[in-house]
């Protein structure tokens, strides 16, 4: 029989203003094995805990319950508390009589036989815990940054600089991200690449950095500590040593594609670097594009190239390689506004996202820095800005504020006024959402000092008339319709997740929310840990946000990734799968299911009436199990067990429950 | 403007047209898009902002609900998701109902019309005539 020890938390009034603590007390001296048991109002404390210390010895206990707040919460410190006491930390079962007790309910009557019971099963449980040694697992001392914008190159020059070896995997040919798109940064109106390409090059210069462009990560396993992961590193078609950059290639391709850099609003070679500061200065053959892929015939570049690098046979490489932390910052993308119709996007080359609208401001953007029309080059006298296109907007976009556009906005227009210095801008907003060092200020200095029109309402249609666009809006707060003939029409789409996120958190092993931005572990606590160990987040890949909260959290993301690297050894999954051997009939629906190939198959040689025989049964990697227990919720024959949440154990549980008193 | 009041307005609203005006943010969309706000002396969004504001009396005068033609394309804009048109019907109930007494009533119509005329359509009528 256990000598086991119950302790019930008060939580202040969390629990004892629903829970009778005194009843639940009374009702846990009568179970079976229990010798003890006590109250304390924070069990949590340095207190509470010394008490639990005490009574293991005082009463020589060898099982401890606790009926407190969720295990999530406190487990690891009431296990930690018995570890020094002498128990063996899984020895200590938790009963949550808070969020599943106290919380939920309002009647003492009817929650306190709920806290007796959920005690109840703890104890019955707790009877049959065994004493677990969790494994110890190595870690790589090695780190993935997935994503090369701004939250990337932070993120591996702080992991870098610790004296751990990253590696950058960035999908595009160059890194840089979203900010090397940018021509000024709010609110102090840096220019974006004097700020961005610095970093750039100490990326590309840190020895302890290696750079993979143009490649993409195929496939994660294992566990932090040991994700092996591999990583695709797409045909150039350029071989990168030989290539000095000197762009004759790119100058002397006859084929001419869109740019994505400048979201198609301008042309760019079949062989090119995506704009002019890219790290590494290497180009690449867009082969969907180049004459000679499709057509067999060209290969001027190849001709042309003083340094012979092109090479045209290049192939797909495949990179295997383990890493001790994982970082995805893969950023974000802005919602395509063609759905909606009374905006006339697509429909009209002067009607642009604030990205493009951006891009003219850019020496190297597809106007080559002068602000004008694209239907016919003049620069525009009236520019109307619309504000939530697609944010804030439950019905046809997304239901959050994307954060970042009133900010930009105002940067815009500011920017508009001083490179035309008579042009008038009207923004058509909702709220004006400035929160941050210095926001306020800027936005006020755009209405004030730059003669912004802020225009509280919104558009409900624009259409062309003559050479201008007819921006039909209302200003709710004078209750006036507006009719604005307008020579540019600027929209505020959305800040979206990448299309590709939910794919690539299935690789990594992260889930994302109803938007497919990746989930934080907790939203205030952990923000740039996942639910998955040793993985971790930053940048607008989690939520849409600016550049100073990317910077911010990809060094959170970093020191995270740095805590965990500077650990020789890291305590293992304790709670894993066995394979009883005997029964197992090697049917491996459990290697089927299992979500983190821990289950492989294994021949046996047995013993029967007719001699020695071999049979196939499952067996699990103790270092690979995370302890989910799918394989023993799909075994046929009950022949897999989670050590602690055997079949017996939770089959005790549910008997303690159901006990009718 | 009491706090009754609005809560009153609101919970009729809802009970009405299935809309709550409470989800409204004022965004003005509506009456951006709206093609007879010429004719109004509310625009739409103020319809709404008055029901939040339970403005009653205000809502009673109002010309703008019987000039909305139910063309729908404030609720196809709405970034809400509220079916504006829907609460203006809505709201011209709310003014018929609280007009006094009824041009006729079941009474008025002979055992014959009764069997003969469908049930919703007497109800509508009702409401609808007896201005």
New interface residues.
Partial sequence: MPRTGVFICHCGTNIAATVDIDKVVEAARSFPGVVHAEDYRYLCSEVGQDLIKKSIRDHNLDRVVVGTCSPRMHENTFRKAAAEAGLNPFLLEVANIREHCSWVHRDMDEATPKAVALVRAASAKAALNDPLEPPTVEVEKRALVIGGGIAGIQAALDIAEAGFTVDIVEREPSIGGRMAQLEKTFPTLDCSACILTPKMVEVAQHPNINLLTYSEVEEVSGYVGQFDVTIRKKARSVDAVKCTGCGICYEKCPKKTPAEFEMGRSTRKAIYVPFPQAVPNVPVIDREACLYFQKGRCQICAKECPADAVDFEQQDELVERRYGAIIVSTGFDQLDPSAYGEYGYGQHPDILTGLEFERLFNASGPTGGKVVRFSDGKPPKKVVFIQCVGSRDKARGMNYCSKICCMYTAKQAILLKEKVPDAKSYVFYIDVRTAGKGYEEFQRRAAEEYDVAYLRGQVGKIFPENEHLVVKGVDSLSGKTIEIKADMVVLAAASIARADAPALGRIVGINSDSYHFFNEAHPKLRPVETHTAGVFIAGACQAPKDIPDTVAQAGAAAAKAVSLLSREVLQGEACTAVVNKAECSGCLYCEAVCPYGAISAVEIEERSATGTIARTIADVNAALCQGCGSCTAICRSGSINLKGFSNEQILAEVDAICLQR | MTSGTKSRMIEEMKLQSGQDPSCC?????C????PV??AMD??P??VIRYLQLGLEEELLESRTPWICASCF?CAA?????LDLARMMEGVRLAILRRREGNKFGPADLTPEQLAKLPQQALVSGFRKYNK
């Fill in positions: 943010y004022q965004c003005a969309k009456s951006a898009a709206c706000t010429a509310l625009l969004h103020q394309t804009r709405c970034p809400r998701d």
